[in-house]
């Protein structure tokens, strides 16, 4: 079965902290893998795709096949951050259908 | 970049009521589109896959006699909640993303409906 795992729902970091949002999944094949972030007040928004290997807002995410996660780290969190993060899987030729986690609320606080 | 548009963002109506929610793509084309809904405080859950000029799929539990889907055209999916009672009350949000041949592009989001039935 096609799952994404968020295991927390919130995290709270001071600013300067070193973040790292955990995403897991299970899926049968070879995944597509997105992390999404909804500021607030705003729609969802790409933050980053495991095939794009870069580096957004300071913020990078490594697929690791072995462990089937796909974690979002950011070495000094910004205040600008606190957001909710949607972790995201896609299936390889279904169309653009995502499957989410349930989402983390990051809280960076001054 | 490409901009997903939904409308209306915020629905109150009575019990019984049928509404329609708009998704456009504005600057590109669709053939696929799809529909979530978000409940307070958690994911979003796909509703269904919109396709244009054909059935939407719909994902397992949802009512397709409920919630109907027409994608009549590569810019414009509607979803009608069809006589709305208050635990059809939530976020629907749609995205979208540009035709591609064998590639796997990513969604883009519209900013969603609350839907409020009393």
């Known amino acids: 079965a096609q799952r994404v795992t968020q295991p927390e729902k919130l995290l709270s970091v001071f600013k300067g902290a070193p973040v790292e949002l955990k995403c897991n999944y299970s899926?049968?094949?070879?995944?597509?893998l997105f992390w999404y972030v909804q500021y607030s007040r705003q729609r969802l928004q790409l933050l980053l795709r495991?095939?794009s290997r870069e580096s957004i807002k300071g913020f990078t995410a490594d697929l690791n096949k072995g462990e089937t996660s796909f974690h979002l780290k950011k070495p000094f969190a910004q205040e600008e951050d606190s957001a909710m993060y949607y972790c995201?899987?896609?299936?390889?030729?279904?169309?653009?259908?995502?499957?989410f986690g349930q989402g983390t609320e990051l809280s960076v606080k001054p | 970049g490409a901009v997903v548009s939904q409308h209306p963002s915020w629905v109150i109506c009575k019990s019984g009521t049928s509404v329609k929610i708009e998704c456009r793509s504005l600057?590109?084309?669709?053939?696929?589109m799809f529909w979530y809904r978000q409940f307070p405080k958690q994911s979003l859950m796909l509703m269904a896959t919109?396709?244009?000029?054909?059935?939407?799929?719909?994902e397992q539990g949802v009512e397709k006699d409920k919630f109907l889907i027409n994608h009549a055209s590569l810019t414009l999916s509607t979803l009608t909640v069809t006589s709305a009672h208050p635990e059809d009350s939530s976020f629907y949000i749609c995205?979208?993303?540009?035709?591609?041949?064998?590639?796997?592009?990513?969604?883009?989001f519209g900013d969603g409906t609350r839907l409020s039935i009393l």
């Open positions: 995205s979208a993303s540009p035709n591609r041949v064998n590639s796997n592009q990513p969604q883009h």
């Open positions: 899926y049968s094949g070879s995944p597509e």
């Open positions: 495991h095939i």
């Open positions: 995201a899987l896609s299936g390889y030729n279904q169309g653009g259908k995502l499957i």
């Open positions: 600057d590109f084309q669709a053939t696929t």
């Open positions: 919109s396709n244009e000029g054909s059935k939407a799929t719909y």
